[in-house]
């Protein structure tokens, strides 16, 4: 897996995700708008078991 880029990201009070990048492109910020469209219409992948996925660096 190649790490592209690199965020800070915090939860506020309501859980909900923060984060201030320097530079963020235009299409990431569509992407991450129609992501949030389909998160609110229910059209979500099914939940991501992470400690599967990083298992092998613990």
Known sequence: MQLINSYTVHTDSKK????????ISNKA???MDES????????????????QIFKIFI
């Open 16 to 23: 909900r995700i923060t984060f201030k990048p320097k530079g």
């Open 29 to 31: 910020l569509k992407a």
């Open 36 to 51: 949030i469209a389909n998160f609110e219409k229910g059209k979500v992948s099914v939940p991501v078991d992470f400690y």
